[in-house]
C-alpha cells in the first residue's frame, strides 16, 4: 500500500532507549557525552552506546546519535576524537549540523550514515540536492516547513536523500532552534546544547524612567508568557504524513520521561500500523490516539506550521506550566515469589500505597486497571506505601505482569479501599 515510515524516538538514557524500542520505536535517537545539543540530559556513555546498540539491533532497531553543535574552533580537536570513537562504536547513523563538523565526518567515519540536523534549516529542495551531493543520507528538514512544502520535496525521491520531519514534541520560536536568547541572557548557548529555555520566562516592561514599575504586556496580573509556544502534535494526521511520503517521522524530547516516551512510541506506532493496515481503523482509533498523547507531560498541543503558519492560538500566552493527567509510578521488572503472592520488581518514580487503583499500561495497548493489593521492601516485609525516591520495592496487582508494563496513576483518582 503506501510507504511506511520510521517511528523514531529521542531516549536521554538507556533505560529509557529499552523503554522506547519495546513500546513501538524503529528507531531510536541518543546523545554522547558531548557534542549534542541537549547538554542537560543524562547522555550515554561509550558503554551505554554499545549496550544501546546490542539492544536495538537484537529487535531490529536502529541507534543514531547526534553530534549536531554549532562547533567554535575549541571544539574541534574533541570532534575529531569522539568521530574516531564512533567509528569503533558503529552507529546506524550520526547526526550533524554544522558544516565543518560534517566535513570532519565525512573525513573520519567510515561507511556510516551521516544525518542532517533539522539545525542546518533545509527548507527547499535544491538544498537537499546540495546536501546530497555532498554525501548526506538523510535529511531533517526544518520546522518551518509546510505540509504541502515537505510533499513538494519529498515527490523528488528519485534524486535526494532519505527525509525525516518532526512531528511531536517542544516547539522552538526561533528559526528551528537558532535561538541566541539563552546566550545572552545566562551565557549558556542553546547551539552548544545548553540552553535554559528562555522562550518559556515570564516576562515584563519596564519604563526606562520609571525603574522598577513592571507593567504587563497584556492586561492581567500575571504577565505574559509572549514566545511560549504549545507543542507539536501530528498523531490525528498520520494518514497526511505517510501519503506525503516521508521517510522517518521525528520525536522531540531527548530530556523527556519515560511515561512520556512510551505513552507517544506507543500512540504513534499503533496509528501508523493502524493506517497502513486500515485506514478505516484509523479513523476510528483517533480518539484513542490523541487520549494517549495527552496522558503524558504536554503544553497543550498545535500542528505548528503543517498547515500554515502558526497563529497566536498556536501560543500559550498566560502560563509556562505542563498539563499532566497521569503519574507515573515506574517500570514493571522482574516477577518474585513471596509468600503465596506473585509480586513484581520495581523501583519508585513517584508514590503509591496499598488499596490504590492504578492503570497497567502494556506496549500492545492495553490499558488495565488494577488494584495494589500489597507492598514489600527489598526484604520482603509488607509495607504501606513507597514513598521514598527511588526506593526499590515489591507489587502484587493480584494478576500477571510483564516485564516493561508501566505502571500509572490518573492525577485525578485518590481513591484508597484500605480498611
Same mark, same amino acid.
Not at 514599575?213 to 498520520?238: A, K, Q, V, W
Given at each position: 500500500m503506501n510507504n511506511k515510515p520510521e517511528l523514531l524516538m529521542p531516549a536521554g538514557n538507556l533505560e529509557t532507549l529499552k523503554i522506547a524500542f519495546i513500546y513501538g520505536a524503529d528507531a531510536v535517537y541518543i546523545g554522547g557525552e558531548a557534542y549534542s545539543l541537549r547538554a542537560k540530559a543524562d547522555n550515554f556513555s561509550r558503554q551505554d552506546m554499545l549496550d544501546a546498540l546490542d539492544f536495538a539491533h537484537k529487535l531490529g532497531g536502529r541507534v543514531y546519535i547526534t553530534a549536531n553543535i554549532f562547533a567554535h574552533n575549541g571544539d574541534l580537536n574533541g570532534v575529531r576524537e569522539y568521530?574516531?570513537?564512533?567509528?569503533?562504536?558503529?552507529?546506524?547513523?550520526?547526526?550533524?549540523?554544522? &558544516?565543518?563538523?560534517?566535513?570532519?565526518?565525512?573525513?573520519?567515519?567510515?561507511?556510516?550514515?551521516?544525518?542532517?540536523?533539522?539545525? $542546518?534549516?533545509?527548507?527547499?529542495?535544491?538544498?537537499?540536492?546540495?546536501?546530497?551531493?555532498?554525501?548526506?543520507?538523510?535529511?531533517?528538514?526544518?520546522?518551518?516547513?509546510?505540509?504541502?512544502?515537505i510533499e513538494e520535496i519529498s515527490g523528488e525521491a528519485s534524486d535526494i536523500p532519505e527525509i525525516e520531519v518532526f512531528v511531536h514534541g517542544a516547539m522552538c520560536i526561533s528559526y528551528s532552534g537558532r535561538c541566541l536568547l539563552s546566550n545572552y541572557f545566562?551565557?549558556?548557548? $542553546?547551539?552548544?546544547?545548553?540552553?535554559?529555555? &528562555?522562550?518559556?520566562?515570564?516576562?515584563?516592561?519596564?519604563?526606562?524612567?520609571?525603574?522598577?514599575?513592571?507593567?504587563?504586556?497584556?492586561?492581567?496580573?500575571?504577565?505574559?508568557?509572549?514566545?511560549?509556544?504549545?507543542?507539536?502534535?501530528?498523531?490525528?494526521?498520520?494518514?497526511?504524513?505517510?501519503? $506525503?511520503?516521508?521517510s522517518s517521522l521525528k520525536v522531540e524530547g531527548r530530556m523527556k520521561s519515560i511515561l512520556y516516551v512510551a505513552s507517544v512510541a506507543r500512540a504513534y506506532r499503533q496509528a501508523i500500523d493502524d493506517y497502513l493496515i486500515s485506514p478505516d481503523n484509523y479513523l476510528k482509533r483517533k480518539d484513542w490516539y490523541?487520549?494517549?498523547?495527552?496522558?503524558?507531560?504536554?503544553?497543550?498541543?498545535?500542528?505548528?506550521?503543517?498547515?500554515?503558519?502558526p497563529s497566536d492560538e498556536s501560543m500559550i500566552y498566560d502560563e509556562s506550566t505542563y498539563v499532566t493527567e497521569y503519574v507515573f509510578l515506574g517500570v514493571v521488572g522482574v516477577e518474585k515469589q513471596i509468600g503465596n503472592r506473585c509480586c513484581?520488581?520495581?523501583?519508585?518514580?513517584?508514590?503509591?500505597?496499598?488499596?490504590?487503583?492504578?492503570?497497567?499500561?502494556?506496549?500492545?495497548?492495553?490499558?488495565? $486497571?488494577?488494584?495494589?493489593?500489597?507492598?514489600?521492601?527489598?526484604?520482603?516485609?509488607?509495607?504501606?506505601?513507597? &514513598?521514598?525516591?527511588?526506593?526499590?520495592?515489591?507489587?502484587?496487582?493480584?494478576?500477571?505482569?510483564?516485564?516493561?508494563?508501566?505502571l500509572r496513576r490518573r492525577k485525578s483518582d485518590n481513591n484508597s479501599i484500605v480498611g
Open positions: 568521530f574516531k570513537e564512533l567509528n569503533e562504536i558503529r552507529p546506524d547513523g550520526v547526526l550533524v549540523a554544522d &558544516p565543518g563538523v560534517l566535513a570532519l565526518a565525512f573525513d573520519l567515519l567510515d561507511n556510516i550514515p551521516i544525518h542532517l540536523s533539522t539545525q $542546518a534549516n533545509t527548507t527547499n529542495i535544491e538544498s537537499v540536492r546540495f546536501w546530497h551531493r555532498l554525501g548526506v543520507s538523510r535529511i531533517v528538514l526544518a520546522r518551518e516547513l509546510s505540509l504541502k512544502e545566562t551565557g549558556r548557548d $542553546a547551539n552548544r546544547g545548553a540552553c535554559t529555555h &528562555p522562550c518559556r520566562w515570564k516576562y515584563r516592561i519596564e519604563e526606562e524612567t520609571r525603574e522598577g514599575e513592571y507593567l504587563p504586556i497584556e492586561e492581567n496580573d500575571r504577565g505574559t508568557f509572549l514566545m511560549n509556544s504549545r507543542d507539536l502534535c501530528m498523531i490525528s494526521h498520520i494518514d497526511r504524513l505517510i501519503d $506525503a511520503g516521508i490523541e487520549s494517549e498523547v495527552r496522558a503524558c507531560t504536554n503544553r497543550t498541543f498545535t500542528t505548528g506550521f503543517f498547515f500554515g503558519k513484581y520488581r520495581m523501583m519508585q518514580r513517584n508514590k503509591c500505597s496499598v488499596g490504590e487503583t492504578v492503570e497497567i499500561m502494556k506496549p500492545s495497548g492495553d490499558n488495565i $486497571a488494577a488494584t495494589i493489593l500489597q507492598l514489600y521492601d527489598e526484604e520482603g516485609n509488607m509495607i504501606d506505601s513507597v &514513598p521514598h525516591a527511588k526506593q526499590i520495592f515489591y507489587i502484587d496487582l493480584g494478576r500477571k505482569l510483564d516485564e516493561f508494563d508501566i
